[in-house]
């Protein structure tokens, strides 16, 4: 594990939505580890591959089972 | 040692919080795109190799926990906890099966068949990180997938949208009922472990990592159908 290493500009520059989080979001991005942070830039991508082809629907939602 | 307060694990739901957008957008591509009467059948056998490593993941850190109950403070009440949910999961591979039984999937070939690597990647990791690091990982990855869990409304979209027999959509059914009460139960007795930073690292680096890997298995089923 390695400690934080960026600021909310290179969260900004991932494509993180930083002005629209909380302060209290926003510290907790800040403390992220470089695991953390290159984990959710994974997920940020698999985000940014599909597009707005479909919207997430509120009802219609959910695929994880357990 | 250092061991975690409340504000810690509010930090991973935070952290776990980020990766919804994403998992919305795949499930939703998932349910949304045209073809799902092909897809859903695909989706369940992708689904049946992720859940029927459920009980056997629960057990196998309930026996870890058991080795080391004597020195680790979080072992005890993790064990306990996962006998209970053990119990409360059990079977849950059976309503699966049955559901591709009516849709009239092959299940002797269906249940010999190799999980996908994606499937492999996603459990996996688990099977590692319990046995060669510490079980309370699990948690992250039960806290993802009955956090990300089926909506109430979802069986009847499969139904009404694939055009499949009510008989066909029990486990989405069933899980819409139970997960979300299982959800907050995993982040309630996180907020109770008195984990060290290190521990509540590991749960949130297996958290996710079952996010990033669930959507890739989403895209995967929509990709082959």
């Known amino acids: 594990m390695t400690g934080p290493s960026h600021t909310l500009a290179d969260l900004e520059a991932h494509g993180f939505p930083v002005g629209a989080l909380t302060g209290e979001q926003r510290e907790v991005l800040l403390g992220l580890t470089t695991e953390e942070l290159a984990l959710l830039i994974d997920v940020k991508a698999r985000l940014d591959e599909v597009g707005p082809e479909v919207q997430a629907h509120s009802e219609v939602a959910g695929a994880a089972l357990f | ?225």
């Not at chain 2, 026996?63 to 979080?74: F, G, I, L």
């Not at chain 2, 949208?161 to 486990?171: S, Y």
Request: aromatic share 6%.
């Open chain 2, 1 to 225: 040692m250092d061991r975690t307060s409340g504000g810690s694990i509010a930090a991973v739901r935070i952290k776990l919080a980020l990766t919804k957008p994403a998992l919305q957008a795949a499930a939703a591509r998932l349910w949304q795109l045209p073809g799902l009467a092909q897809r859903y059948p695909a989706y369940l056998c992708a689904m049946h190799g992720v859940i029927r490593a459920s009980v056997p993941l629960m057990e196998l850190a309930a026996r870890r926990c058991a080795d080391r109950a004597a020195d680790d403070p979080v072992a005890g009440p993790l064990r306990q906890y996962l006998l209970r949910h053990i119990e409360q999961e059990r079977g849950h591979d059976d309503w699966l099966l049955a559901d591709l039984a009516t849709l009239g999937c092959d299940l002797p070939r269906r249940v010999a068949a190799q999980p996908s690597p994606t499937v492999a990647r996603l459990a996996g990791a688990q099977y590692y990180w319990i046995e060669h690091y510490h079980p309370v990982a699990l948690m992250g990855y039960i806290a993802v997938l009955e956090g990300n869990a089926p909506t109430p409304e979802l069986g009847d979209w499969i139904v009404r949208t694939a055009g499949v027999p009510e008989g066909a959509v029990r486990t989405a059914r069933e899980h819409a009922e139970l997960d979300t009460r299982h959800a907050e139960a995993a982040f309630h007795l996180l907020e109770a472990l008195p984990l060290t930073a290190a521990q509540t690292n590991a749960v949130t680096i297996s958290g996710l990592h079952t996010a990033e890997t669930l959507i890739r298995l989403f895209a995967d089923v929509v990709r082959a159908t």
